[in-house]
T-cell receptor, first 116, second 115 residues
């Protein structure tokens, strides 16, 4: 497809389980971002990949969260030992590498994560 | 650090009327970009319009325009001729220019268009 693809669209799991969320960015986009949106809130930055550079992990809320990006394309966000406060919509976005910072980020439809 | 403030949690507008959604920002970056996104109830984030801090003219995209007042650090979104399909959450966001750094978002404004 032409857009950012995320899977699964919905995930329900029990507290304490690990979850993996997947993001497939737009082809050719070298920048990839993960955000979290809690109910009724704005978007909170989690982690950011730019090309082959080391990722910016400054937004990760705890060491239970990690992400990787293989081959400069698909990214996986992993949450270990999930807690109820992890319940949120996790959004992935990508943008092109044109310098200047005026490139919009294109978002996927998100993964709605519910921790029971 | 960057901060976006959207002071209107909810707004109502009559169909076919214009509406302004407020956004103020704070940043220490000398150059920056401002973005508006629309999030319908289905959840996807849709890019609407962009304004660079050094752009001389206010950005326009169809029925969307950005009222950029740099000295006041405001970047209000104006939607003309509102349509029922404009009902959604609207987020203002920014980032520094020069790199594809993450966006900083406001908390959003929920716009409801009334027939």
């Amino acid at each position: 497809g032409a857009g950012v693809s995320q899977s699964p669209s919905n995930k329900v799991t029990e507290k304490g389980k690990d979850v993996e969320l997947r993001c497939d960015p737009i082809s050719g986009h070298t920048a990839l971002y993960w955000y979290r949106q809690s109910l009724g809130q704005g978007l909170e930055f989690l982690i950011y990949f730019q090309g082959n550079s080391a990722p910016d992990k400054s937004g990760l809320p705890s060491d239970r969260f990690s992400a990787e990006r293989t081959g400069g394309s698909v990214s996986t966000l992993t949450i270990q030992r999930t807690q109820q406060e992890d319940s949120a919509v996790y959004l992935c976005a990508s943008s092109s590498s044109v310098a200047g910072g005026n490139q919009p980020q294109h978002f996927g439809d998100g993964t709605r994560l519910s921790i029971l | 650090a960057q901060k976006i403030t959207q002071t209107q949690p909810g707004m109502f507008v009559q169909e076919k009327e214009a509406v302004t959604l407020d956004c103020t920002y704070d940043t220490s970056d000398p150059s920056y970009g401002l973005f508006w996104y629309k999030q319908p109830s289905s959840g996807e984030m849709i890019f609407l319009i962009y304004q660079g801090s050094y752009d001389q003219q206010n950005a326009t995209e169809g029925r969307y325009s950005l009222n950029f007042q740099k000295a006041r650090k405001s970047a209000n979104l104006v939607i003309s001729a509102s349509q029922l399909g404009d009902s959604a959450m609207y987020f203002c966001a920014m980032r520094g220019l020069g790199r594809n750094t993450p966006l900083v978002f406001g908390k959003g404004t929920r716009l409801s268009v009334i027939a």
